[in-house]
């Protein structure tokens, strides 16, 4: 029984270690570099996310008051003005 609580109790300690690696991890393939919400993340740093996402001459780059979370910019996509919004989650939508 001893045995029993002792691997448990080590299953559990490996898997509390593994979380904070985790989620890292999982933050860094939604978009965000923080791992947090997109609304944590600073104007430079969405800059740069839509600069990895192909847009160039980004401008007018703004947190949506209303929902705390969201952007919107100016930029340009294949030679073409664009309006980009980024959602909480990191995802991007031009028109």
Do not use: C, N
């Not at 001893?2 to 933050?27: C, D, K």
């Not at 001459?57 to 969201?70: C, F, H, Q």
């Amino acid at each position: 029984m001893r045995r029993m609580i002792i691997v448990t109790s080590g299953a559990v300690l490996a898997t509390l270690a593994a979380a904070p690696a985790l989620a890292q991890a999982q933050g860094m393939a939604g978009g965000t570099a923080t791992g947090g919400y997109v609304g944590q993340m600073s104007e430079e740093q969405i800059r740069q996310k839509l600069a990895g996402e192909g847009f160039a001459e980004v401008s007018d780059v703004k947190k949506i008051p209303i929902t705390k979370y969201r952007w919107t910019a100016k930029a340009m996509r294949s030679g073409k003005p664009v309006e980009v919004t980024i959602d909480e989650l990191g995802h991007v939508s031009a028109k």
